[in-house]
């Protein structure tokens, strides 16, 4: 697997992390020492592209949900507690402002929805609009 970043502007800096390859069990470690890296040197807005990684097992989406909590847990300005954004998970009300996907495979996004990620975490079919979602 290969990981590439990038950054683009929004309303916020985003921070693009390109996925090269299948995000699993023998590939998660990497991907999740990039992130934390991003997270620790800044980066506050996360937009995860799968657009070359047919694959993503639960060791993938365990990593998407540490993201998702490190980027929640630095947002001071969150104006929500925990109990809040769970009810909005259910609800449906909440979706995560720090961390979206774009181009995820038609196996990845039946697995995403079947797990309930996208109950807190949008996902884009393509990168401009993705961006512009931030």
């Known amino acids: 697997m ?3 970043v990038t950054t683009q502007n929004s309303r916020v800096p985003v921070t693009i992390i390109h996925i090269d390859g299948n995000l699993d ?3 998660f470690t990497k991907f999740q020492k990039t992130a934390e890296e991003l997270i620790q040197n800044g980066s ?3 937009l995860v ?3 070359h990684s047919p694959y993503v097992s639960s060791a993938g989406f365990r990593v998407l949900s540490q993201i998702f909590k490190e980027l929640n ?3 001071p300005d969150t104006n929500l507690s925990e109990n809040e954004m769970k009810q909005g998970i259910i609800d449906g009300s909440y979706k995560s ?3 979206k996907l774009v181009n995820l495979s038609a196996d990845t996004k039946a697995v995403f929805v079947t797990t309930g990620f996208d109950m807190y975490i949008e996902e884009y079919d393509d990168l ?3 961006i512009a979602s931030f």
């Open 2 to 4: 290969e990981i590439k």
């Open 25 to 27: 069990s023998s590939s």
């Open 73 to 75: 847990a630095i947002h």
């Open 128 to 130: 401009k609009t993705a």
């Open 49 to 51: 592209d799968l657009e």
């Open 97 to 99: 402002p720090y961390l």
């Open 44 to 46: 506050r807005h996360i």
